[in-house]
Each structure stands twice: as C-alpha cells, then as structure tokens.
C-alpha cells in the first residue's frame, strides 16, 4: 500500500516568495512613478509575471492593497501599529523617520488615484487600532473622549503632518522629528491625567451605589 506524502522544497517556497516580492516592488514603483490606477493585472504586466500567477498571490485589488501597505511597512522598518500608548512617542518618531527615507514615494502617492485608494485603506486599519490601543489603556474614559483623543493621536503623526512641517513651516527632518516627540509627550500626558480622572470618577460612582444599596 502506497502512502502519499506532501512534498516539502524549500527552493520552490524561495521562489514563490521572490515572485510575490517582485510583484510588490513592481507595484512601489509604479506609485513612485505616479501611476493613477491599479490592478493586479497591470501589476503583473508591468512585472513580466503571468496574470494567472499574480491571482493566485493576490486574489483581488484589495488583497494586492493589503500586501503592499504590510510589505512597505515592512521595508521602510517603520514600527508596528500594534501599539501600548505608553510607546506611542516611539512610534510617532520612527514614521517620521522612515517618512523621511521614503518622501518621493510618499509625495507621488498623493498626486493620484492609486495612492488615495491604498491610504484610504490604511487609515481604516490604523483608526481601528487605535481605538482598540486607548481602550485598553483607559477602559474607563468615555467612548467620545476616546475618540477625541485618537483622532488628535491619527492627525499629530500622519504623513500629511509630516508633509505639512516640511512644506508649510519649513522645518527640516529632524526638526520633524522632534516636533512630533513633543507633540506625542504632550498628548500622552493629557491622556494619563484624563484615565486617572475618569477612574475617580468611576470608583466614586460605584461607592455611591453601594452607599444607595446599603
């Protein structure tokens, strides 16, 4: 009786991994260059890679999207947006830099379709993880507070904010950088004074009800 065995080669899975990573490349470049729409299979022409090959990585558009904002992420060494608030001033810095390192590609990105479309879909990401990021930080703090709170922390360290510091104030990267340090510090400290509040307020809502209780 035969057993059959699943084939393990470790060149094959090198392979695939260059193509999807040639596939990715492909398409940074094209944004780079200010390509105004996207599509797995342009991507894919653009490659010299078949266009059955492409779906099978990417699936769809917005598979493709997906991919590329973890691969550029990735490539720029920027930090996790899987963040503690308390390291919130670390990760304000280290986009900046890696903004910094990245600015054709950030300021073509902005000039056409393609790049509002992946933004678009980043943003959407990044705003879920900071609300998630707050509300284990201050369970106690009011949902709009919350959410006050997360879009000054979204806009304060955005590449628009960046751009806006290097185009409208002037300031050179590193002057960037240090701004945005500031800003973060300030906004972490008004967020602490505000869960300490929140928690007093919460702890003397519930002795008031046991108060009523007894």
Request: charged share 30%; proline share 2%.
């Amino acid at each position: 009786m035969s057993v059959s065995r699943n084939y393990h080669s470790p060149l094959r899975e090198e392979q695939m991994e260059q193509t999807r990573e040639r596939l990715l490349e492909t398409l940074t470049e094209m944004l780079a260059a200010s390509a105004d729409e996207i599509s797995v299979a342009a991507v894919a022409e653009r490659a010299n890679v078949s266009v059955r090959t492409a779906y099978r990585y990417f699936p769809t558009k917005e598979a493709l999207i997906d991919a590329f904002n973890a691969y550029i992420g990735q490539r720029m060494h920027s930090p996790t947006w899987t963040f503690d608030v308390e390291q919130l001033t670390e990760l304000a810095t280290g986009l900046f830099r890696s903004f910094a390192q990245n600015e054709r590609l950030f300021r073509a990105s902005r000039r056409t379709n393609a790049g509002h479309e992946l933004r678009k879909r980043r943003k959407a990401d990044q705003v879920r993880e900071i609300q998630r990021s707050l509300k284990a930080y201050a369970p106690k703090l009011g949902e709009r507070k919350r959410l006050q709170i997360g879009a000054v922390i979204h806009n304060v360290f955005g590449s628009e904010a960046w751009l806006a510091m290097l185009d409208n104030w002037g300031l050179t990267g590193d002057e960037t950088v240090e701004a945005v340090r500031w800003a973060t510090e300030a906004v972490v400290a008004k967020l602490e004074a505000e869960k300490i509040e929140s928690e007093k307020a919460d702890k003397a809502d519930n002795k008031a009800r046991k108060s009523r209780k007894g």
